[in-house]
């Protein structure tokens, strides 16, 4: 058991602690936070000598809790989070309750910041952010502690996440005007770079599904330079029905609705200790 005769516990030990029991890892951690190896590893014998027990059990692969850093663990949680929230709480005006979400460029465009704006009317004292990135990427960052919660399609780690909330997005596959149309005998495919991207998947999967199998293909690494290709008569793509319908400026482009909706699912990590703003966050969707 973890004594607490004579503790001199700093809030950064704690903060340090758990993004190494998160990550897995010295090297991971000192990477998140900026430090170099060496430094987290002495931070870490530090504590352990302080505590007077082994919290974390080395190997060839990163680290691992021991049953008394599994202890902490669970503590420094409940403790970190309640040190935002006091800040948060005893002055609003310097430390605002924060809310980091990640989310992949596709997603991010259509419903997602539909969301932030209903939920924000309701809770103006939380500051909300939104990480984009590659969807391994984002799963990283949310096992690591890095965002709260992440939007994503297809599979997962169900082992270490958990869904808490799902919606249905419809899907149109764009096209342009037969005016603006480079002349192809097949139309070039315009995808998104992340080969995890439900979108481009499901462009593939359309093009097989037409016998189209001699189609070229063009990767962007953003959802903006899909659009602007599509427009400009470069070729085909498949993308949220909402990101077609919330624009001005799709004149030039044809659309039509395909028969499977993507499904979003919104997903938290299993075991951590959730923030008030990530369960009134939770809440708002669950009420929808």
Do not use: W
Request: neutral net charge.
């Amino acid at each position: 058991m973890i004594s607490t005769e004579e503790l001199k516990l700093e809030s950064q030990d704690l903060r340090i602690f758990k993004c190494v029991a998160e990550a897995k890892s010295l090297s991971k951690a000192a990477e998140v936070l900026g430090y170099v190896q060496p430094h987290i590893s002495q931070r870490m014998k530090n504590l352990e000598e302080e505590l007077d027990t082994k919290l974390l059990t080395r190997t060839n692969r990163g680290v691992t809790l021991t049953d008394e850093g599994e202890a902490l663990f669970n503590y420094a949680q409940r403790i970190l989070l309640l040190m935002e929230e006091a800040k948060a709480e005893v002055n609003p005006n310097k430390f605002r309750k924060s809310l980091i979400i990640g989310a992949s460029q596709t997603v991010s465009a259509s419903k997602v910041p539909a969301l932030f704006s209903s939920f924000l009317k309701e809770h103006r004292d939380i500051e909300v952010k939104i990480k984009t990135d590659r969807k391994q990427v984002l799963q990283e960052m949310l096992s690591y502690g890095e965002i709260d919660g992440l939007f994503l399609s297809g599979t997962y780690n169900k082992a270490q996440f958990e869904t808490v909330y799902r919606y249905a997005e419809k899907i149109v596959l764009i096209s342009p005007l037969y005016e603006a149309r480079v002349e192809k005998d097949q139309p070039t495919l315009l995808i998104n770079s992340d080969g995890n991207c439900i979108y481009r998947n499901r462009l593939v999967a359309f093009s097989k599904e037409h016998h189209i199998h001699k189609a070229s293909i063009i990767e962007f690494d953003s959802l903006e330079a899909i659009l602007q290709g599509v427009r400009d008569g470069l070729g085909i793509s498949v993308v949220p029905a909402s990101v077609v319908n919330s624009r001005g400026d799709m004149k030039s482009i044809q659309y039509q609705e395909l028969a499977d909706d993507v499904q979003i699912d919104f997903v938290v990590k299993k075991g951590k200790k959730r923030s008030q703003s990530l369960k009134k966050f939770i809440r708002f969707l669950e009420s929808l």
